[in-house]
């Protein structure tokens, strides 16, 4: 039927949001190949699309000879004049062949290279369409699960979340909306982009979104640490001296940071202000501990942080992760000692003590301050006294002393 092949190039345009000459490019390579097929390998065809008559023409080709020798390429010049008067030797006819009788096999060759021409063409265009778009956010629907991994909808494209970028705590619902950033994206495979919710990146992005402060570039995000879905640690810093940096991002009655917060399921956020000197931002890292001294050694890049007694575990945080995200958003490694710990390292002895294997220095602290203050009292000393004031069992005790008189031994 004239125009039916145009009615379906528009139509699969349209639907698929290619363009149409792909839709073009496959059909004709699918008669062509079907034709191939149904004449030989011998033949040669021609396959075009026919834009005024909305049709692909097929056509069979044949060189014009004095005297044919291959029938399947070759056609004689009396009768190759039969058809076409001013036919010459070297000259190529073509002979219209009928799409009609290529049938069911020109239908599913059609059909399997229009298939892979459009999902090819469909991969390049979300390519395009979302290489410029690395370390933005993305957002969609979770659409399916892929053993721990999870498949987001964001419309014409797939975009993978792996397991080892999802919150830890996070349990995903399909048709829920999800943000995510995008961390990757693949020319081919399926899905195509890679995101993420546990990079550092993510929390800096969402904090641009609600802070306009940030967008405008007022206030600049120096460094983030993370330990996705428990804690995380920003440091701000403003150019406009009359901008607070940490109330910019954290917003009316905490308006702005709440918004983040939910997004990240109740990640706890500590924003600080960011200070070139490390002793002055340990301080705020550490935060709400309060810290008395700050150690610095640059050459190892380590920051010895001292606190009252009080705020130790405060400084630490539950299973040290307040201390660890400081390090992290530092660069520096940090060691936090209370100020009756830093005493008590201000003693050789003490230090001495700390060389016995097994010995941890909280222990060597109860000893220390029960007046068991060196290696040669230690080595001394009454096992079940060390048990008691060690609060150690009894063999654990004995196997200190022990030790502590071969290092005392050693050193005589």
């Known amino acids: 039927m004239p125009g039916e092949v145009r ?77 076409n008067p001013s036919a010459r030797v070297g000259d190529v006819i073509g002979e219209p062949v009928d799409v009609r009788d290529l049938g069911r096999i020109a239908a599913q060759l059609t059909k399997q290279i229009l298939t892979q021409r459009i999902r090819g063409a469909e991969r390049e265009l979300i390519y395009q369409e979302y290489k410029d778009k690395i370390g933005e956010i993305v957002s969609g629907f979770v659409h399916r699960f ?112 709440q918004v983040v917060v939910q997004e990240l399921k109740g990640e706890k956020i500590d924003i600080i202000p960011w200070d070139p000197d490390p002793a002055r931002l340990v301080y705020n890292a550490l935060a709400p501990a309060e810290c008395t001294q700050v150690i610095v050694d640059e050459e190892t890049k380590t920051l010895e942080v001292i606190v009252p007694d009080d705020q130790l575990s405060l400084a630490i945080g539950r299973e040290g992760q307040n201390v660890r995200l400081a390090s992290k958003l530092l660069g520096w490694r940090i060691d936090v000692y209370s100020e009756t710990q830093y005493a008590r390292r201000q003693d050789p002895e003490f230090l001495k003590m700390l060389e016995v294997e097994g010995l941890s220095e909280e222990v060597a602290g109860r000893l220390y301050d029960a007046g068991i203050n060196s290696v040669k009292a230690l080595a001394e000393a009454d096992p079940q006294k060390v048990a008691e004031v060690g609060r150690l069992r009894l063999a654990e005790a004995q196997e200190l002393v022990n030790r502590a008189g071969e290092k005392l031994a050693g050193e005589g």
């Open 146 to 257: 892929h053993k721990r991994d999870v498949i987001l909808s964001l419309g014409r494209a797939e975009a993978l979340l792996p397991e080892k970028e999802q919150i830890p705590t996070e349990r995903y619902h399909r048709g829920e909306r999800l943000k995510a950033l995008l961390i990757e994206v693949r020319r081919t495979g399926d899905p195509q982009l890679v995101v993420s919710r546990t990079h550092p990146e993510f929390l800096k992005k969402l904090f641009e979104r609600e802070v306009p402060e940030i967008r405008e570039g007022i206030v600049q995000i120096v460094a983030v640490a993370r330990e996705p879905g428990r804690r995380a640690k920003m440091a701000v810093i403003s150019k406009d001296p009359e901008v607070d940096p940490v109330g910019a991002c954290v917003g009316l009655r905490g308006s702005r940071v």
């Open 7 to 83: 009615k379906i190039v528009e139509l699969m345009s349209k639907e698929r949001g290619l363009p149409k000459e792909v839709i073009v490019s496959a059909l004709v390579e699918g008669m062509r190949t079907a034709a191939q097929k149904k004449l030989g390998p011998q033949a040669e065809v021609e396959a075009m699309y026919n834009e005024e008559k909305g049709e692909i023409e097929v056509f069979r080709l044949y060189e014009v000879v004095e005297e044919v020798h291959n029938p399947e390429k070759e056609i004689s010049l009396s009768e190759a004049r039969q058809k």
